[in-house]
């Protein structure tokens, strides 16, 4: 069995400042990690994985993540944030390991950037 | 190309009647998945199909969920004897392999309520 844990539910920041949206897990076997963001009014759409190799991977409008194995985390970053960064972020995790597909979602971070 | 689509957008209906809610994939994807969201939490599990049929279903609440995809492309969630606690969006997936590092793409969601 699998679990995400979103520990902030709701992220203001201003524009231009960084960010991080955290994201920790647990699961009794290997997992691919992956970042979903759902915009006003649109469907969840994926930012960013992770599956193998590099820990750090990188979306293509500025946002990164890092694969920490021993911490079980993979925090979301960007340096500095629009206002069209406002969102609410989803972390997911499925099974690398067997015959699971399906994902695994934490209860979601409202990032909300203010001017 | 078009993307997943979801029919109705939103569906009333009162305690006790059955629901049908539709789900029509990217062309060529042979995985989907349902997923059901509550107010304020993530996305959750119900069921997934390689082609025609249902290769994990362990996250259907109760036998009142039933999901067909007869010829491996529309698919079709089945509520029976709707209750208040089956409000929710339910939400509909496709990836073009059934892998776990596969990206899934998702659909806008159908809003059910249940009066």
């Known amino acids: 069995a699998q679990s995400v844990t979103q520990l902030d539910s709701q992220v203001p920041v201003f524009e231009e400042a960084p960010v991080e949206l955290r994201c920790n897990y647990s699961?009794?076997?290997?997992?691919?990690l992956f970042w979903y963001v759902q915009y006003p009014n649109q469907g969840l759409q994926l930012l960013l994985k992770?599956?193998?190799?590099?820990?750090l991977v990188e979306s293509i409008n500025g946002f990164e993540a890092e694969f920490n194995k021993s911490q079980t985390s993979f925090h979301l970053r960007k340096p500095s944030v629009h206002i069209s960064d406002t969102a609410e972020y989803f972390c997911?995790?499925?099974?690398?390991?067997?015959?699971?597909?399906?994902?695994?979602f934490g209860s979601g971070t409202q990032l909300t950037v203010l001017p | 190309g078009a993307g997943v689509s979801q029919t109705p957008s939103n569906k009333v209906t009162e305690k006790g009647k059955y629901v049908e809610l539709r789900c029509d994939p990217i062309?060529?994807?042979?995985?989907l998945y349902w997923y059901r969201q509550s107010l304020g939490q993530g996305p959750e599990f119900l069921i997934y199909?390689?082609?025609?049929?249902?290769?994990?279903d362990s996250g259907l609440p109760n036998d009142r969920f039933f999901a067909v995809r007869p010829e491996g492309s529309v698919s079709t969630l089945k509520i029976q004897r709707t209750e208040r606690g089956d409000s929710a969006v339910y939400l509909c997936a496709s990836s073009d392999r059934a892998y776990g590092g596969d990206t899934q793409y998702f659909g806008p969601g159908t809003r059910l309520t249940v009066l």
């Open positions: 997911a995790v499925s099974d690398s390991s067997g015959s699971a597909r399906q994902l695994t």
């Open positions: 062309s060529g994807h042979t995985a």
């Open positions: 992770y599956l193998s190799g590099s820990t």
């Open positions: 699961s009794s076997v290997s997992v691919y």
């Open positions: 199909f390689q082609g025609t049929g249902a290769a994990d």
